[in-house]
């Protein structure tokens, strides 16, 4: 699809797969580690609460409540 976009694309433009999961991966380990560092210096418990779902349309959705 993106070289029907833009057909001066070439392969090697186009990251696999595999490269955007492990880049999405690396992002979330950083924004886990900046969350505990910054929690670190909270004297109070906090919890947190996750939700995921998706619309009817296919619109997905995720919920952080802390």
Not at 32 to 61: N, R
């Amino acid at each position: 699809l993106l070289q029907y976009l833009r057909p001066s694309l070439s392969d090697q433009d186009i990251p696999h797969c595999t490269k955007t999961r492990d880049e999405i991966l690396e992002r979330a380990k950083l924004a886990v580690e900046q969350v505990k560092e910054k929690l670190a210096h909270v004297d109070s418990k906090i919890s947190m609460m996750f939700d995921s779902w998706t619309s009817e349309p296919g619109d997905p959705f995720l919920s952080v409540t802390a």
